[in-house]
């Protein structure tokens, strides 16, 4: 019995990253998302499709540490101070939107004949936004970090605090919740500060030297599970006092934000998130309940339609009255007019109480099920229905037919200076670029710059790269330089190309790229800016000249290893400013230590190898 218990087990986990390992591919070629996928492929294994499993909520309990551990890293993104400076998006802008979208969904249900309380419940569950899917879509545009992702992201705040009064609000709105006394709910809300004050307490005093203590012990396996325990820990105390588990995982990472093991705890979190955030989507597929979808299908399609319209308008409205433009207005309503996973638990706390009985749960968590389906479609939709900001190009020529035999792409400040040696050596010089003022700004300075996206093939053809002797990369992005490197090497692999490198992270990316030279964009003004410090202290020229050599070789040393064995090597080629000891030394010294003393002596003779 027992290994027939665990052959279906393994099944079942066989089942959960075949579906994933096969839709999201497919998904994401048709441009529809991985998250699309992996709700597909939960409806497709769960209870109401193959039927490979039958419990779907005890999946989702555990996929919910996905999102856990997603706004943890989230939160590391976030400084203290980052954090206070977007204070007025959070409580301003995040309050305002909360507010508005939960009367008017509240009017919707008033409007289709239900009572008040279960038409406020129905509508507060809706207005908390899908954390995950948001947060999913921003990081894969790549815009967690811009300043409209970051107003995305202050309201996602706002929501995961709302859950505690929205709670407080059921229970008092529950058959004989009146009854509840006041000191019991300021008891419940005193709870919940004080765990909020306790965890940036540990956070500010515990956890550096807690981290620093293991990072001695040198066990990597020690680092990991501890790095588990901070972020499962923190949640785990949000939980019991009343708050969301995202909340403490969030501010737990906020407060390791300005930790030295920062980059650590991230790359330890990192392969935990990505398969339990799967694992979340997979999860939600699975608790779409078909059977109540189609028994009450015409009252599901009003109301998600209804709800996702309502709540799409009440963003729009809240963004352009605080003076959002129209397109981030309409990409912040179409981005979060979804439900998200905190209505499960009010729903569920609202069943609890008999505000909503258990036929109404399931309804409205179909509801938002589905709204969650249609997010990524609504998005493709939105893409194609919306026309992109075009940018006038007039007095501007774009690049066709250019013959020089040097082609440099990006003419930003990088590509400015290095076009100069070429250009006074009388070399026939073509420049492209995709920023039209920058194009414009140029003109005026006597250069002639053509309008061109590197990233695409046939601009390179038309910019004459299969003529060209060599293509100077001078970008600034680093993900583009190493895309248009990709790209020449496989179309001209005999092309030289020179490509500026935004850090050693993308040198050693356009290293295997092929690219026959790079150069950190900081690397030779940074030597030349720490040799002027030495000589400013009073250092002989010729030592700063050698000096500056030695920090050439131990790069060069360092970058070779890095290539070979990953970025994290070669850290002994590094002269650091802690006094740790050292066991071999970073530089030859130029004569034998001295002894001052006889006790000194016996640690000079200690120390010395053996024949």
């Known amino acids: 019995m027992a290994v027939e218990a665990s052959s279906s087990d393994l099944v079942q986990v066989v089942a959960l990253l075949a579906a994933g390992v096969v839709a999201v591919p497919i998904f994401k070629r048709m441009g529809l998302g991985s998250i699309l996928g992996y709700l597909a492929a939960g ?6 499709g193959l039927r490979v499993f039958s419990e779907s909520e005890a999946i989702l309990h555990v996929a919910e540490l996905g999102v856990v551990m997603f706004l943890f890293i989230i939160g590391l993104e976030m400084q203290p101070s980052r954090l206070w400076g977007l204070r007025r998006e959070i409580f301003g802008l995040g309050a305002l939107q909360v507010g508005v979208c939960a009367v008017l969904l509240t009017g919707v249900g008033v409007a289709g004949g239900f009572p008040i309380s279960q038409s406020f419940v129905a509508g507060a ?17 790549g815009e967690i970090a811009a300043p409209k992702g970051q107003r995305i992201v202050s309201v996602l705040l706002l929501e995961d605090l709302a859950i505690v009064p929205l709670l407080a609000l059921i229970a008092f709105l529950a058959p004989g919740g009146a009854d509840t006394s006041l000191s019991e709910r300021l008891t419940e809300v005193g709870i919940g500060l004080a765990a909020i004050v306790g965890l940036v307490l540990a956070g500010r005093y515990l956890l550096n030297p807690f981290f620093r203590i293991l990072a001695d012990a040198r066990a990597r396996e020690v680092m990991t599970a501890a790095a588990l325990l901070v972020v499962l820990g923190s949640a785990l105390a ?21 930790s030295t093991f920062r980059h650590q705890l991230e790359a330890d979190i990192e392969p935990f998130r990505g398969i339990l955030l799967g694992l979340f989507f997979l999860a939600v597929g699975m608790s779409l309940d078909l059977h109540v979808v189609v028994a009450n299908w015409r009252l599901i399609a009003i109301y998600v339609v209804a709800y996702m319209v309502m709540k799409a308008f009440g963003i729009y409205i809240v963004a352009r009255i605080l003076k959002t433009g129209h397109r981030e207005a309409l990409e912040r309503a179409v981005f979060m007019a979804q439900g998200g996973e905190f209505a499960f638990v009010l729903y569920s706390a609202a069943a609890a109480v008999g505000i909503i009985d258990s036929q109404a749960n399931a309804t409205l968590t179909a509801i938002v099920i589905i709204s969650m389906v249609l997010t990524p479609l609504a998005i493709v939709a939105l893409r194609y229905l919306t026309p992109r900001d075009e940018q006038s190009l007039d007095g501007v020529d774009v690049a066709d037919g250019l013959t ?28 492209i670029d995709n920023e039209v003022e920058m194009i414009q700004a140029a003109a005026d300075f006597g250069f002639k710059v053509y309008y061109g996206d590197g990233t695409r093939l046939d601009i390179l053809h038309a910019a004459g790269a299969g003529r060209a002797r060599a293509v100077l990369i001078c970008v600034d992005k680093p993900d583009v330089a190493v895309r248009i490197a990709q790209l020449i090497k496989a179309e001209f692999p005999l092309l030289i190309v020179l490509a500026r490198a935004f850090d050693r992270g993308t040198a050693l990316q356009l290293i295997r790229a092929g690219v026959d030279f790079q150069l950190r964009e900081t690397f030779e003004s940074a030597l030349v800016f720490g040799g002027s410090a030495l000589e400013s202290l009073g250092v002989d020229p010729e030592d700063v000249a050698e000096t500056i050599e030695d920090v050439r070789r131990r790069d060069t040393a360092r970058f070779e290893t890095q ?9 002994r080629f590094l002269k650091g400013n802690i006094g740790t000891p050292i066991p071999t030394p970073l530089t030859q010294p130029r004569r034998a230590g001295q002894a001052l003393n006889e006790e000194t002596a016996g640690v000079l003779h200690k120390s010395e190898p053996a024949d």
Request: glycine fraction near 14%; proline fraction near 2%; avoid cysteine.
């Open 563 to 571: 290539l070979a064995e990953g970025v994290r090597a070669g850290q």
């Open 125 to 141: 569950g809706f207005v908390l936004t899908s954390t995950a899917i948001v947060m999913q879509l921003l990081e894969e545009r």
């Open 238 to 258: 949000m939980q019991l006092s009343g708050l969301s588990m995202a909340m403490g995982a969030f501010l737990a990472g906020v407060l390791l934000s300005e």
């Open 404 to 431: 020089g035999s040097v082609l440099i792409i990006g003419f930003g400040r990088f590509g400015q200076i290095a076009s100069q040696p070429l250009l006074l050596r009388g070399i026939d010089v073509s420049i």
């Open 43 to 48: 409806v497709v294994i769960g209870p109401f």
